[in-house]
Nanobody, 120 residues
Framework: QVRLVESGGGLVQPGGSLRLSCAAS????????MGWYRRAPGKERELVAL???????NYADSVKGRFTIYRDNAKNTVYLQMNSLKPEDTAVYYC??????????????WGQGTQVTVSS
């Protein structure tokens, strides 16, 4: 069984920063792609950032230059450093991970979500 534990959300003023983290645990053989998505009120869930096992990153245009995704493979953890936050970044942020457990085929997993609110 896989567990994804997210942390780091909260309330921040415009222009501020937050760092989200997502730690995967379980009988994990290999973690491939890791990423963050978000769902703002009244909107569809959208991709924020992805990082491959080789460290290749991809960002939504709306966050390029402000957000940075990185991972610590020794800790099975992915991070999202969010700087210069804007009110339109307000959303529930979800961690998403492609991984393989020992003895099983690769699968995709979601975290429980963490609320980020940008407001003065």
């Amino acid at each position: 069984q896989v567990r994804l534990v997210e942390s780091g959300g909260g309330l921040v003023q415009p222009g501020g920063s937050l760092r989200l983290s997502c730690a995967a645990s379980g009988n994990i053989a290999r973690i491939n792609r890791m990423g963050w998505y978000r769902r703002a009120p009244g909107k569809e869930r959208e991709l924020v950032a992805l990082i491959t096992s080789d460290g290749i990153t991809n960002y939504a245009d709306s966050v390029k230059g402000r957000f940075t995704i990185y991972r610590d493979n020794a800790k099975n953890t992915v991070y999202l450093q969010m700087n210069s936050l804007k009110p339109e970044d307000t959303a529930v942020y979800y961690c998403n991970v492609d991984l393989r457990l020992y003895g099983l085929a690769p699968n995709n997993y979601w975290g429980q979500g963490t609320q980020v609110t940008v407001s003065s």
